[in-house]
């Protein structure tokens, strides 16, 4: 067998900001800091940030007065913002900067009177935190409505249709939401909606990682864990173009059965999973029987997000 490894694949910008914010937190105040939701979905990266000291919790009521709290990559509503300040907790943000400029846009067409329609995933964090960046006491009435379908956006009805724009979870990528978008379009054709590179590049490259690697093997395993949006895609996106795939929290979630009459095998890895997992995965395909392992060539990333001020002016004193 050979391996053949996707490029890029693993950690993005706002992924690795998220996780030096929280590493930094418990150098400079000290275990515990407080982190709402997981800072990002991968269950390695939690409990390792567990083993130094950080707590997750679902609700700022959990944390104590006068704490660290950190909000994770995927952002929070204007709601627990204000609760953080008025209960006086010292609040880091780790929001994927992707995010928060999607959470601005939708804060702008609120102040505009504008209704906006959210293509994204109920439930999902990050859309919890952009639907909760409108302003319901808005005097205009407008609305913000979420859509997760082709059905759904066929029999949407919009209170403003002539005045309406539209926004995307950062991480579905710019193939995921097409049809949708020219749905909307068609519907609604005085519709305006942010540029391509609002769109996070992260999970665009990783697709197009995936979809060229599917023409030159038989299966493709995903590094990432089971609540992690993006690396379900990525798995999506591989049986799209026809491949077997399977989404691995890490090497002891192989079954060896899979790589029966199986010749090359892809692997990659979502946007919030360590490459120390993608190396476990491939000692272990050697283990099975892998002879070689190719790295593709690919898209280079090199998007950097700066840390908090509160921490820039600590680390560098």
């Known amino acids: 067998m050979e391996v053949l490894l996707a490029n890029p694949r693993g950690f993005c910008a706002g992924v690795d900001r998220a996780i030096e914010i929280v590493e930094r937190a418990l150098e ?15 269950r390695f990266v939690v409990d390792r940030l567990i ?54 846009e939708v804060a702008r067409y609120c102040r505009k009177g504008k209704d906006v329609v959210l293509i994204g995933h109920a439930g999902h964090p990050e859309v919890e935190g952009t639907l909760g960046q409108w302003s319901r006491d808005s005097a205009t009435g407008n609305e913000i409505y979420l859509v997760q379908s082709m059905s759904e956006v066929a029999h949407l009805q919009i209170n403003q249709p002539d005045n309406l724009a539209y926004v995307t979870q950062t991480t579905l990528s710019v193939d995921e939401t097409r049809d949708m978008i020219d749905a909307l379009k068609e519907r609604f054709p005085a519709i305006s909606g942010p540029r391509r590179e609002d769109i996070c590049y992260a999970t665009q490259n990783r697709q197009d990682a995936v979809k060229s690697m599917a023409r ?34 890490g090497a ?39 002879l070689s392992v190719r790295e593709m060539g690919g898209e280079a990333e090199s998007m950097e997000f700066a840390l908090p001020r509160e921490l820039r002016i600590r680390t560098s004193a």
């Open 216 to 249: 030159d093997v038989d299966l493709i395993l995903v590094v990432g864990s089971a609540n992690s949006s993006n690396s379900n895609q990525l798995r999506e996106t591989a049986e799209k173009e026809g491949v077997r795939s399977f989404l691995i929290d």
């Open 28 to 42: 400079l105040f000290g275990a515990p800091v407080y982190v709402r939701n997981e800072v990002v979905h991968n």
């Open 51 to 104: 083993a130094m000291g950080a707590v997750f919790v679902k609700d700022l009521d959990e944390v104590p007065d006068h704490s660290t709290v950190i909000f994770s990559a995927h952002g929070v509503s204007r709601a627990v913002r204000e609760q953080g300040q008025d209960r006086g907790l010292k609040v880091l943000d780790a929001t994927c900067p992707l995010v928060t400029k999607i959470h601005r």
């Open 252 to 290: 002891d979630d192989i079954d060896p059965e899979w790589l029966q009459e199986v010749d090359h095998v892809g692997v990659t890895a979502g946007a919030s999973a360590p490459e120390i997992l993608v190396a476990g995965v491939i000692k272990h395909l050697q283990e099975l029987g892998v």
